[in-house]
């Protein structure tokens, strides 16, 4: 049983370019939540997707877009890098919108010189 | 503002120490907790949760945790800790108003335990 995956597992990029960071949902998940892990801190939710549509989003700019396909995986899109988004993302899954435990993918590290 | 907070950031033991962790929570509803850990080089992995029913309750590796609602708290225990148990291990809630699913994490604490 797969658990969930994330590409790439490292990345660095420069200001203002942008970025798309991949997530594979754990098997028979449908439910695909982003968070952003800074150093020495606790995540942070950034959004979360069913069905395809993004249903709760936490307190990061617009910058910070998601996607979510047919096969429940998901996309994570920053534009506009800022030195400030270097962290940690980490995706999780679930299984529909309830209250179940979430699951969490090892992460991609993103760097922004 | 709803918040988690763990009050140690870090804490050294020795092994077969008793370790208590602390987490607090600002919300009057209805919760579900969590505790996650995170080994030196892997990704988080789920400990305990808590739901509903018993508020003791236990989960992987001998860890245990008690929800005290009265004090809105949620601590992290385990009669004898193992060099293996080193890790960082942050309380989590969801379950706040409009947030389905939308997991809350305090700022982790860092545990090291010695030989």
């Known amino acids: 049983d797969a658990g969930v995956t994330q590409s790439p597992t490292h990345l660095i990029k420069t200001r203002g370019q942008q970025v798309t960071l991949r997530c594979s949902p754990k098997s028979g998940h449908d439910t695909v939540s982003w968070y952003q892990q800074a150093l020495g801190q606790g995540p942070q939710f950034i959004f979360q997707?069913?069905?395809?549509?993004?249903?709760q989003r936490g307190n990061f700019p617009d910058r910070f877009s998601g996607h979510q396909f047919p096969n429940y995986s998901s996309e994570l899109n920053v534009n506009a890098l800022l030195l400030g988004d270097s962290a940690l993302y980490l995706c999780?899954?679930?299984?529909?919108?309830?209250?179940?435990?979430?699951?969490f993918g090892p992460g991609t590290r993103l760097l922004v010189l | 503002a709803q918040s988690v907070s763990q009050h140690n950031h870090h804490v050294i033991l020795s092994e077969a120490a008793s370790l208590e962790l602390g987490c607090n929570y600002s919300?009057?509803?209805?919760?579900?907790l969590f505790w996650y850990v995170q080994y030196p080089g892997q990704h988080l992995q789920l400990l305990l949760k808590y739901f509903s029913g018993d508020p003791l309750v236990k989960g992987i590796k001998g860890f245990e945790a008690e929800f005290i609602k009265s004090k809105f708290s949620f601590n992290l225990r385990k009669p004898s800790v193992q060099w293996s148990d080193t890790a960082e291990y942050f309380c989590?809630?969801?379950?706040?108003?409009?947030?389905?699913?939308?997991?809350?994490f305090g700022a982790g604490t860092r545990l090291a335990v010695h030989p």
């Open positions: 997707y069913y069905e395809e549509e993004e249903r």
């Open positions: 919300y009057g509803g209805t919760v579900n």
């Open positions: 989590a809630v969801n379950g706040f108003s409009g947030g389905y699913n939308k997991l809350i």
């Open positions: 999780a899954s679930s299984w529909g919108q309830d209250r179940g435990p979430q699951y």
